[in-house]
Protein backbone atom coordinates (compact mmCIF):
# COMPACT_ATOMS: atom_id res chain seq x y z
CA UNK A 1 0.00 0.00 0.00
CA UNK A 2 1.05 4.08 -0.98
CA UNK A 3 0.55 6.21 1.53
CA UNK A 4 0.18 10.41 0.30
CA UNK A 5 -0.30 12.58 2.82
CA UNK A 6 -2.25 15.64 2.82
CA UNK A 7 -0.97 18.25 5.21
CA UNK A 8 -2.78 20.50 7.05
CA UNK A 9 -1.79 21.10 10.48
CA UNK A 10 -4.45 19.64 12.51
CA UNK A 11 -6.23 18.69 9.60
CA UNK A 12 -3.40 16.64 7.92
CA UNK A 13 -5.07 13.15 6.52
CA UNK A 14 -3.29 10.16 4.51
CA UNK A 15 -4.87 8.60 1.61
CA UNK A 16 -3.99 4.96 1.05
CA UNK A 17 -3.63 3.82 -2.40
CA UNK A 18 -3.69 0.05 -3.28
CA UNK A 19 -5.15 -2.88 -4.61
CA UNK A 20 -7.70 -4.98 -1.86
CA UNK A 21 -7.10 -2.92 1.04
CA UNK A 22 -11.03 -2.14 0.69
CA UNK A 23 -10.71 -5.31 3.84
CA UNK A 24 -7.80 -3.42 5.56
CA UNK A 25 -10.77 -0.48 6.58
CA UNK A 26 -11.72 -1.92 9.90
CA UNK A 27 -8.34 -2.21 11.24
CA UNK A 28 -7.15 1.51 9.90
CA UNK A 29 -10.00 2.93 11.57
CA UNK A 30 -9.19 1.09 15.30
CA UNK A 31 -5.04 2.42 14.18
CA UNK A 32 -6.46 5.50 13.55
CA UNK A 33 -8.31 5.52 17.18
CA UNK A 34 -12.30 4.69 16.05
CA UNK A 35 -13.92 2.32 17.67
CA UNK A 36 -18.12 1.68 18.55
CA UNK A 37 -20.05 2.44 15.98
CA UNK A 38 -19.94 4.00 12.89
CA UNK A 39 -22.19 4.42 9.35
CA UNK A 40 -21.36 3.93 6.03
CA UNK A 41 -23.25 5.98 3.26
CA UNK A 42 -23.56 4.21 -0.32
CA UNK A 43 -25.73 3.76 -3.31
CA UNK A 44 -27.27 0.37 -4.57
CA UNK A 45 -24.80 -0.97 -6.79
CA UNK A 46 -21.97 0.11 -5.17
CA UNK A 47 -23.52 -1.31 -1.50
CA UNK A 48 -23.81 -4.80 -3.96
CA UNK A 49 -20.71 -5.11 -5.10
CA UNK A 50 -18.55 -3.66 -1.83
CA UNK A 51 -20.92 -3.01 0.86
CA UNK A 52 -20.55 -6.90 2.58
CA UNK A 53 -16.70 -6.62 1.94
CA UNK A 54 -16.23 -3.44 3.65
CA UNK A 55 -18.87 -4.57 6.29
CA UNK A 56 -17.07 -7.44 7.22
CA UNK A 57 -13.99 -5.77 7.65
CA UNK A 58 -15.35 -3.58 10.01
CA UNK A 59 -17.09 -5.84 11.92
CA UNK A 60 -14.45 -8.04 12.62
CA UNK A 61 -12.79 -5.36 14.27
CA UNK A 62 -15.80 -4.90 16.25
CA UNK A 63 -17.24 -2.13 15.01
CA UNK A 64 -21.09 -2.15 14.70
CA UNK A 65 -21.87 -0.64 11.52
CA UNK A 66 -25.46 0.42 9.86
CA UNK A 67 -25.58 1.16 5.98
CA UNK A 68 -27.46 3.94 4.45
CA UNK A 69 -28.55 3.77 0.75
CA UNK A 70 -29.08 6.57 -1.36
CA UNK A 71 -30.33 6.07 -5.00
CA UNK A 72 -27.49 6.75 -7.85
CA UNK A 73 -27.71 9.95 -9.85
CA UNK A 74 -26.40 13.32 -9.48
CA UNK A 75 -29.68 14.26 -8.07
CA UNK A 76 -29.12 12.84 -4.75
CA UNK A 77 -26.39 15.95 -3.86
CA UNK A 78 -29.59 17.73 -2.70
CA UNK A 79 -30.72 19.27 0.51
CA UNK A 80 -33.85 16.87 0.32
CA UNK A 81 -31.73 13.43 0.56
CA UNK A 82 -29.34 15.05 3.46
CA UNK A 83 -32.38 16.15 5.56
CA UNK A 84 -33.35 12.17 5.33
CA UNK A 85 -30.14 11.19 5.70
CA UNK A 86 -30.30 13.53 9.10
CA UNK A 87 -33.05 11.76 10.18
CA UNK A 88 -31.50 8.20 9.56
CA UNK A 89 -28.54 9.23 11.64
CA UNK A 90 -30.79 10.45 14.29
CA UNK A 91 -32.57 7.33 14.33
CA UNK A 92 -29.39 5.35 14.70
CA UNK A 93 -28.52 7.36 17.63
CA UNK A 94 -25.04 8.73 15.69
CA UNK A 95 -22.48 10.97 18.17
CA UNK A 96 -20.44 13.38 17.16
CA UNK A 97 -17.57 10.88 17.31
CA UNK A 98 -19.37 8.70 15.13
CA UNK A 99 -17.67 8.68 11.79
CA UNK A 100 -19.44 8.42 8.80
CA UNK A 101 -17.85 6.64 5.53
CA UNK A 102 -18.56 6.93 2.40
CA UNK A 103 -18.58 4.19 -0.08
CA UNK A 104 -18.91 5.40 -3.64
CA UNK A 105 -18.24 7.69 -6.60
CA UNK A 106 -18.13 11.48 -6.48
CA UNK A 107 -21.99 12.00 -5.70
CA UNK A 108 -22.08 9.80 -2.57
CA UNK A 109 -18.73 11.62 -1.74
CA UNK A 110 -19.91 14.92 -2.12
CA UNK A 111 -23.04 14.28 -0.53
CA UNK A 112 -21.95 12.63 2.32
CA UNK A 113 -18.99 15.24 3.33
CA UNK A 114 -21.97 17.52 3.54
CA UNK A 115 -23.57 15.61 5.81
CA UNK A 116 -20.56 15.14 7.97
CA UNK A 117 -19.89 18.42 7.94
CA UNK A 118 -23.41 19.69 9.27
CA UNK A 119 -24.90 16.97 11.15
CA UNK A 120 -24.23 18.03 14.95
CA UNK A 121 -21.91 20.58 13.37
CA UNK A 122 -19.20 18.15 12.28
CA UNK A 123 -18.91 14.61 12.94
CA UNK A 124 -15.83 12.52 11.68
CA UNK A 125 -15.63 11.88 7.79
CA UNK A 126 -13.82 8.86 5.91
CA UNK A 127 -13.73 8.77 2.15
CA UNK A 128 -13.71 5.74 0.55
CA UNK A 129 -13.90 6.35 -3.25
CA UNK A 130 -14.87 3.84 -6.25
CA UNK A 131 -14.41 5.67 -8.98
CA UNK A 132 -11.46 6.72 -10.80
CA UNK A 133 -12.89 10.13 -10.88
CA UNK A 134 -13.52 9.76 -7.09
CA UNK A 135 -10.25 8.64 -6.21
CA UNK A 136 -7.91 11.18 -7.89
CA UNK A 137 -10.12 14.37 -7.28
CA UNK A 138 -13.63 14.80 -5.48
CA UNK A 139 -12.43 12.30 -2.24
CA UNK A 140 -9.39 14.82 -1.81
CA UNK A 141 -9.24 18.47 -0.57
CA UNK A 142 -12.15 18.77 1.61
CA UNK A 143 -14.89 20.39 -1.05
CA UNK A 144 -18.31 18.97 0.25
CA UNK A 145 -21.38 20.05 -0.77
CA UNK A 146 -24.98 19.54 -2.43
CA UNK A 147 -27.09 21.36 -5.19
CA UNK A 148 -29.73 23.62 -5.07
CA UNK A 149 -31.81 24.43 -8.20
CA UNK A 150 -29.64 25.76 -10.60
CA UNK A 151 -26.98 25.93 -7.79
CA UNK A 152 -24.64 23.23 -8.49
CA UNK A 153 -22.10 22.62 -5.53
CA UNK A 154 -22.73 25.98 -4.13
CA UNK A 155 -24.03 24.80 -0.87
CA UNK A 156 -21.56 23.43 1.07
CA UNK A 157 -18.48 23.77 3.38
CA UNK A 158 -14.68 23.08 3.21
CA UNK A 159 -14.58 19.99 5.48
CA UNK A 160 -11.29 17.48 5.09
CA UNK A 161 -11.88 13.48 5.66
CA UNK A 162 -9.73 11.73 8.43
CA UNK A 163 -8.73 9.68 5.88
CA UNK A 164 -9.57 8.53 2.27
CA UNK A 165 -8.92 4.51 0.98
CA UNK A 166 -8.54 3.88 -2.48
CA UNK A 167 -8.64 0.64 -3.39
CA UNK A 168 -7.76 0.42 -6.76
CA UNK A 169 -9.35 -3.14 -7.30
CA UNK A 170 -12.49 -1.52 -6.86
CA UNK A 171 -11.40 0.05 -10.22
CA UNK A 172 -12.22 -3.55 -12.16
CA UNK A 173 -15.89 -3.13 -12.01
CA UNK A 174 -16.33 0.55 -12.86
CA UNK A 175 -18.34 1.00 -16.32
CA UNK A 176 -15.51 2.23 -18.89
CA UNK A 177 -17.37 5.58 -19.43
CA UNK A 178 -16.62 6.34 -15.83
CA UNK A 179 -13.11 5.25 -16.42
CA UNK A 180 -12.82 8.01 -18.84
CA UNK A 181 -13.43 10.97 -16.87
CA UNK A 182 -11.37 9.94 -13.83
CA UNK A 183 -8.73 9.79 -17.16
CA UNK A 184 -9.36 13.25 -18.36
CA UNK A 185 -8.64 14.36 -14.67
CA UNK A 186 -5.15 12.41 -14.55
CA UNK A 187 -4.02 13.79 -17.75
CA UNK A 188 -5.29 17.48 -16.49
CA UNK A 189 -3.03 16.55 -13.10
CA UNK A 190 -0.59 15.89 -15.37
CA UNK A 191 -0.07 18.71 -17.21
CA UNK A 192 -0.54 21.36 -14.36
CA UNK A 193 2.08 19.76 -12.35
CA UNK A 194 4.04 17.09 -13.26
CA UNK A 195 5.40 16.02 -16.80
CA UNK A 196 6.94 13.00 -15.58
CA UNK A 197 3.26 11.80 -15.19
CA UNK A 198 2.34 12.50 -18.41
CA UNK A 199 5.55 10.59 -20.01
CA UNK A 200 4.28 7.98 -17.85
CA UNK A 201 0.95 7.86 -18.95
CA UNK A 202 1.79 8.14 -22.49
CA UNK A 203 4.05 4.95 -22.36
CA UNK A 204 1.38 2.95 -20.30
CA UNK A 205 -2.05 3.92 -21.50
CA UNK A 206 -3.04 0.65 -22.67
CA UNK A 207 -1.78 -0.91 -19.43
CA UNK A 208 -4.33 1.51 -17.45
CA UNK A 209 -7.34 1.13 -19.87
CA UNK A 210 -7.12 -2.79 -19.58
CA UNK A 211 -6.93 -2.18 -15.30
CA UNK A 212 -2.99 -3.26 -14.42
CA UNK A 213 -2.53 -2.73 -10.75
CA UNK A 214 0.77 -1.52 -11.03
CA UNK A 215 -0.21 1.17 -13.46
CA UNK A 216 -3.02 1.93 -11.68
CA UNK A 217 -1.89 2.13 -8.86
CA UNK A 218 1.15 4.33 -10.15
CA UNK A 219 -1.35 7.27 -11.58
CA UNK A 220 -3.97 7.26 -8.67
CA UNK A 221 -1.04 7.96 -6.21
CA UNK A 222 1.01 10.47 -8.49
CA UNK A 223 -2.66 12.52 -9.19
CA UNK A 224 -3.58 12.04 -5.27
CA UNK A 225 -0.06 13.65 -4.27
CA UNK A 226 -0.69 16.44 -6.98
CA UNK A 227 -3.96 17.10 -5.38
CA UNK A 228 -2.67 17.33 -2.15
CA UNK A 229 0.20 19.39 -2.71
CA UNK A 230 -2.17 22.40 -4.68
CA UNK A 231 -4.79 21.46 -1.82
CA UNK A 232 -1.92 22.12 0.58
CA UNK A 233 -1.17 25.87 -0.48
CA UNK A 234 -4.54 27.19 -0.93
CA UNK A 235 -7.14 25.14 0.87
CA UNK A 236 -9.95 27.13 0.26
CA UNK A 237 -9.46 28.02 -3.27
CA UNK A 238 -8.66 31.85 -2.90
CA UNK A 239 -5.76 31.26 -5.92
CA UNK A 240 -3.56 28.49 -6.73
CA UNK A 241 -6.07 26.19 -6.31
CA UNK A 242 -7.48 27.34 -9.79
CA UNK A 243 -5.03 25.56 -11.35
CA UNK A 244 -7.08 22.09 -10.82
CA UNK A 245 -9.89 23.82 -12.98
CA UNK A 246 -7.31 23.67 -16.00
CA UNK A 247 -9.95 22.58 -19.24
CA UNK A 248 -12.89 23.05 -17.04
CA UNK A 249 -13.57 26.74 -18.61
CA UNK A 250 -14.34 25.87 -22.44
CA UNK A 251 -15.03 22.46 -20.89
CA UNK A 252 -18.10 23.16 -18.43
CA UNK A 253 -19.32 25.27 -21.32
CA UNK A 254 -19.39 22.33 -23.82
CA UNK A 255 -21.17 20.53 -20.77
CA UNK A 256 -23.79 23.22 -20.41
CA UNK A 257 -24.47 23.94 -24.09
CA UNK A 258 -24.88 20.29 -24.49
CA UNK A 259 -27.57 19.86 -21.66
CA UNK A 260 -25.39 17.63 -19.92
CA UNK A 261 -24.95 14.93 -22.80
CA UNK A 262 -21.90 15.28 -23.26
CA UNK A 263 -19.79 13.91 -20.56
CA UNK A 264 -17.44 15.93 -17.93
CA UNK A 265 -14.33 14.00 -18.75
CA UNK A 266 -14.99 14.23 -22.65
CA UNK A 267 -15.55 17.88 -22.08
CA UNK A 268 -13.08 18.51 -19.67
CA UNK A 269 -10.52 16.87 -22.81
CA UNK A 270 -11.63 19.01 -25.31
CA UNK A 271 -11.49 22.04 -22.58
CA UNK A 272 -7.75 21.34 -22.30
CA UNK A 273 -7.07 21.19 -25.74
CA UNK A 274 -8.88 24.34 -26.17
CA UNK A 275 -6.28 26.14 -23.29
CA UNK A 276 -3.67 24.83 -24.88
CA UNK A 277 -4.58 26.18 -28.30
CA UNK A 278 -5.36 29.39 -27.01
CA UNK A 279 -1.87 28.66 -25.34
CA UNK A 280 0.03 28.53 -28.64
CA UNK A 281 -1.76 31.14 -30.20
CA UNK A 282 -0.68 33.66 -28.02
CA UNK A 283 2.97 32.40 -29.11
CA UNK A 284 3.70 30.56 -25.57
CA UNK A 285 3.15 26.95 -26.04
CA UNK A 286 5.57 25.02 -28.64
CA UNK A 287 3.44 23.35 -31.47
CA UNK A 288 5.03 19.78 -30.03
CA UNK A 289 3.86 20.12 -27.08
CA UNK A 290 0.28 20.98 -28.37
CA UNK A 291 0.39 17.71 -30.74
CA UNK A 292 1.99 15.78 -27.55
CA UNK A 293 -1.19 16.46 -25.43
CA UNK A 294 -3.40 16.32 -28.33
CA UNK A 295 -1.95 12.12 -28.87
CA UNK A 296 -2.28 11.56 -25.01
CA UNK A 297 -5.74 12.96 -25.18
CA UNK A 298 -6.82 10.58 -28.07
CA UNK A 299 -4.47 7.63 -26.96
CA UNK A 300 -6.41 7.94 -23.57
CA UNK A 301 -9.99 7.02 -25.82
CA UNK A 302 -11.40 11.11 -25.15
CA UNK A 303 -12.11 13.32 -27.56
CA UNK A 304 -10.01 15.83 -29.65
CA UNK A 305 -13.26 16.97 -31.82
CA UNK A 306 -15.86 19.40 -30.64
CA UNK A 307 -19.27 17.42 -30.77
CA UNK A 308 -22.37 18.70 -32.87
CA UNK A 309 -22.40 21.96 -31.01
CA UNK A 310 -22.73 25.04 -32.39
CA UNK A 311 -19.86 27.69 -31.53
CA UNK A 312 -22.11 30.59 -30.25
CA UNK A 313 -23.87 28.33 -27.04
CA UNK A 314 -20.28 27.46 -26.19
CA UNK A 315 -19.40 31.35 -26.25
CA UNK A 316 -22.55 32.13 -24.65
CA UNK A 317 -22.41 29.05 -21.96
CA UNK A 318 -18.74 31.04 -21.27
CA UNK A 319 -19.96 34.23 -20.94
CA UNK A 320 -23.06 32.88 -18.48
CA UNK A 321 -19.91 31.42 -16.56
CA UNK A 322 -18.23 34.47 -16.96
CA UNK A 323 -21.67 36.73 -15.27
CA UNK A 324 -21.17 34.26 -12.26
CA UNK A 325 -17.58 34.71 -11.63
CA UNK A 326 -18.30 38.39 -11.31
CA UNK A 327 -17.26 39.19 -14.83
CA UNK A 328 -14.39 37.33 -15.47
CA UNK A 329 -13.12 34.60 -17.95
CA UNK A 330 -10.56 32.52 -16.58
CA UNK A 331 -8.22 30.42 -17.80
CA UNK A 332 -5.45 27.83 -17.13
CA UNK A 333 -2.98 28.30 -19.86
CA UNK A 334 -0.08 26.33 -20.26
CA UNK A 335 3.68 27.18 -21.12
CA UNK A 336 4.66 23.10 -21.67
CA UNK A 337 2.92 20.04 -20.02
CA UNK A 338 3.99 20.39 -16.33
CA UNK A 339 4.14 23.98 -16.29
CA UNK A 340 0.51 26.44 -16.08
CA UNK A 341 -0.64 29.58 -15.19
CA UNK A 342 -3.88 31.27 -14.10
CA UNK A 343 -4.64 34.10 -16.75
CA UNK A 344 -8.37 36.49 -16.49
CA UNK A 345 -6.25 38.14 -19.75
CA UNK A 346 -8.03 35.76 -22.79
CA UNK A 347 -10.16 38.01 -25.04
CA UNK A 348 -13.75 36.45 -26.09
CA UNK A 349 -12.79 36.86 -29.61
CA UNK A 350 -9.69 34.80 -29.13
CA UNK A 351 -11.85 31.72 -27.82
CA UNK A 352 -13.57 32.47 -30.66
CA UNK A 353 -11.50 32.30 -33.23
CA UNK A 354 -9.92 28.92 -31.55
CA UNK A 355 -13.24 27.39 -31.80
CA UNK A 356 -14.57 28.51 -35.11
CA UNK A 357 -10.98 27.01 -36.49
CA UNK A 358 -11.06 24.04 -34.82
CA UNK A 359 -11.19 21.36 -37.69
CA UNK A 360 -8.21 23.40 -39.62
CA UNK A 361 -5.68 23.20 -36.53
CA UNK A 362 -3.67 20.08 -36.44
N1 LIG B 1 -15.63 17.55 -4.26
C1 LIG B 1 -14.85 17.72 -5.29
O1 LIG B 1 -13.75 18.28 -5.18
C2 LIG B 1 -15.29 17.19 -6.62
C3 LIG B 1 -14.39 17.14 -7.70
C4 LIG B 1 -14.82 16.59 -8.91
C5 LIG B 1 -16.12 16.11 -9.04
N2 LIG B 1 -16.97 16.19 -7.97
C6 LIG B 1 -18.35 15.66 -8.07
O2 LIG B 1 -18.27 14.28 -8.32
C7 LIG B 1 -19.50 13.86 -8.92
C8 LIG B 1 -19.21 12.87 -10.03
O3 LIG B 1 -18.61 11.74 -9.45
P1 LIG B 1 -18.33 10.39 -10.24
O4 LIG B 1 -17.80 10.72 -11.58
O5 LIG B 1 -17.55 9.53 -9.34
O6 LIG B 1 -19.79 9.81 -10.53
P2 LIG B 1 -20.87 9.09 -9.59
O7 LIG B 1 -20.59 9.32 -8.17
O8 LIG B 1 -22.19 9.53 -10.09
O9 LIG B 1 -20.66 7.56 -9.91
C9 LIG B 1 -20.92 7.11 -11.20
C10 LIG B 1 -21.60 5.75 -11.22
O10 LIG B 1 -20.64 4.75 -11.00
C11 LIG B 1 -21.15 3.77 -10.10
N3 LIG B 1 -19.99 3.21 -9.42
C12 LIG B 1 -19.22 3.81 -8.50
N4 LIG B 1 -18.18 3.02 -8.19
C13 LIG B 1 -18.31 1.89 -8.90
C14 LIG B 1 -17.54 0.71 -9.04
N5 LIG B 1 -16.39 0.56 -8.40
N6 LIG B 1 -17.98 -0.26 -9.87
C15 LIG B 1 -19.14 -0.08 -10.60
N7 LIG B 1 -19.90 1.01 -10.53
C16 LIG B 1 -19.47 2.00 -9.69
C17 LIG B 1 -22.10 4.52 -9.23
O11 LIG B 1 -23.07 3.67 -8.69
C18 LIG B 1 -22.70 5.54 -10.20
O12 LIG B 1 -23.79 4.98 -10.86
C19 LIG B 1 -20.21 15.12 -9.38
O13 LIG B 1 -21.30 15.37 -8.53
C20 LIG B 1 -19.16 16.21 -9.21
O14 LIG B 1 -19.73 17.47 -8.89
C21 LIG B 1 -16.58 16.71 -6.78
Known sequence: MKKARVRLGSNSYDICIGSDILMQTGSQLKEAGFSDKLVIITDPTVKSLYG????????????????????EGEEQKSLETAGRLYHELSSFHAERTTPILALGGGVIGDLTGFVAATYLRGVPLIQIPTTLLAQVDSSIGGKVAVNHGQLKNKIGAFY?????ISDISVLKTLPTRELS??????????????????????????????????????????????????????????????????????GHAIESASDFKVRHGEAVAIGMLAAARISNRLGILDQNELTRLKGGIRKAGLPTEIPSLKVEEIIQAIEHDKKILGGKIRFVLLKSIGDVFITDEVSPSLIEQVLVGWNEET
Open 52 to 71: DTLKQSLTSEGFTVIILEVP
Open 181 to 250: DGLAEIIKYAVIGDKDLFTYLEGNLDEIKSLNDRALEQIVFHSAKIKAEVVEKDEKDFGLRHILNYGHTV
Open 160 to 164: QPKLV
